[in-house]
């Protein structure tokens, strides 16, 4: 009541929502629906329809936080309110329907105006979103309390934790098979990988897709009658640890905050992080004086030996400012190896590589082809400074570029700008202050694609980078988890973020790796370079991102993941790219994908 104002005597006499309903229908009826985080107001008025046995009459909606991500104006956040002020949309009563409604309004138009000054197409969505029954969710499961020991022995017993697969006409029922396994403390799989404990079958030699797999993995097979037995005495197994009791992993003390490479401001409520290159990292280890340290990046399998955890830091010197800190660079033009160097170069620099024209962009740099970009007759009105390759080569010494007309508006610096994220380069690493957010999201953005769309997804993996079981696979025809802990939200053709509830997630839960794949013809080659960035709550200014390039011909990309090093939450940006589709993706991760 409190937030919203809303009491019983100012409710008493209201219709409920089924006498309503087709009343809004009417107005949303061919129509683009737009909101601010629109995926909540959409599901919310879905499910309200559904309530009222109605079809909710949206075909697209438009998320203006969606766009302002877009646009990146020089604002604190991307709240209603920060964004209210920032485009001069007075505010009366902060969450009041009739005003917040008023001042979307205000904010839509102002944003709008900025969109069509940077060229940027308008995020709409498609709604509702599209099924693929080769995904289709099934009932969830009771998460399983035990580690998986391993495979089965032949001759000896089963352990708690065991991974399970029955497949086959059984003399017990399906359901009876299911339920006392789980009672026992094994984990039922419906489907077999690498860490399948045991396949239960009548028939080995059956050809079933499960028999099929098992023979190639090598995993033990048990029949109806001995499998039986071996559950009147099943072993102890080892429970999952808690957070922060990994075996040699001590609890971690607050770290202070060190002096970052370039000068960063942190988000509301948001404790800085130090960063360092790859290249400062050795020098930096013998110090301590690290928070946050990038490692090569890894294979997805056992992230964690790699990654120190955090210390105190001593006092040590600031290295210093490289030539493009607090710049944000566009690269126009080239082929995809060549951009995707040029983009490199630029983090070494110290700068953060753009993937689309914005507010914060400062500089451009053209390659071979990039003058036939159409954004670059957006240079001159934006007074954004454009240069020639030769320009990363040395751009303390360079010439000041061209393009910028005279008299034009400067961009801001983003070190100027009242929020700027760490930049991480492909295997950095960066501590997540949850105590201050427990709710965090990774978006990932690219430039938009007329030949094929990008699915992003999300596994929640245990210690043995698998799946708990199925309904662990976040994607855009399941984007929710059972526990609702990790939540795909679609922003636009061209953004998608998981949102992850950190503090809620079990202590089986040990990663939720992120990942992107292209739905259609093309490689990542042709879609270019995928933004990620971490951020707390909803609306707030990013901690941490990294702008990846994947190689030529790969066709699903591991962007990014959260992952426990013990009390603490880490963000880390991956890049690690493969040629196979999201298919083969997810069952690597255990995921049962139907042929």
Known sequence: ????????????????????????????????????????????????????????????RLCTLALNRQVDPPA?????????????????????????????????RATLREAARLDLPLPLVACPPRQDTRFAPQPPKTPCAYRNPGRAEAGGPLVQGMKIAITGETATSRAELVARSVAAGLNVMTSVSRHTSALVTNAAGSGSAKARRAAAEGVPVIDEHTFLRLLDDVQPGTRHLAAGAEAGVAPVAPVAPVAPVAPVA???????????????????????????????????????????????????AVPAARPLAGRRVLVLGGTHPAAAAARSRIVELGGSAAINLSRSVTDAVLLPGGETDRRIRRMPELGLPVHDEHWLTAPEGAPAGTGAASGAARPTPEADRPSAPLVLPRGGVADLPTAQAPLWHITAAWAPRDRCEIDVVAFVLD?????????????????????????????????????VDLASLPPSSRKVAVAAAIDGEGTFGDVGAVQVTA???????????????????ERTLLLAEFYRRGQVWRFRAVGQGYDHGLADLARGYGVDIAD
């Not at 309503?20 to 629109?38: E, K, M, P, S, Y």
């Not at 991102?545 to 030529?552: E, M, R």
């Open 1 to 60: 009541m409190d937030v919203h104002g809303l009491t019983a005597e100012r409710l008493l006499g209201a219709p409920t929502f089924d006498q309503v309903a087709g009343r809004i229908g009417a107005l949303l009826q061919d129509r683009v629906l737009v909101a601010h985080n629109a995926q909540f107001d959409y599901d919310f008025l879905a499910h309200e329809f559904a309530r009222a046995r109605l079809y909710l009459p949206v075909s697209q």
């Open 266 to 316: 942190a988000g509301a409520g948001v404790a800085p992080v130090a960063v360092v290159t790859a290249g400062e990292a050795g020098a930096t280890a013998a110090t301590g004086a690290a928070v946050a340290v990038p490692v090569a990046p890894a294979a997805p399998s056992s992230p964690e030996a790699a990654v120190p955890a955090p210390r105190r830091p001593a006092p040590a």
């Open 535 to 553: 951020v707390p709550g909803t609306g707030a200014a990013p901690l941490a991102g990294a702008t990846l390039d994947a190689a030529t011909t």
């Open 463 to 499: 210690e043995d980078e698998q799946v708990t079981f199925d309904e662990d696979f976040v994607f855009y025809g399941a984007p929710e988890n059972p526990a609702g802990t990790v939540r795909l939200l679609t922003d636009g053709p061209a953004e998608q973020t998981i949102a």
């Open 76 to 108: 604190e956040d991307m709240r209603l309110g920060t964004l209210a002020a920032h485009y001069g949309v007075p505010q009366l009563r902060a969450h009041d329907a009739l005003d917040d409604t008023r001042v979307l309004a205000g904010i839509l």
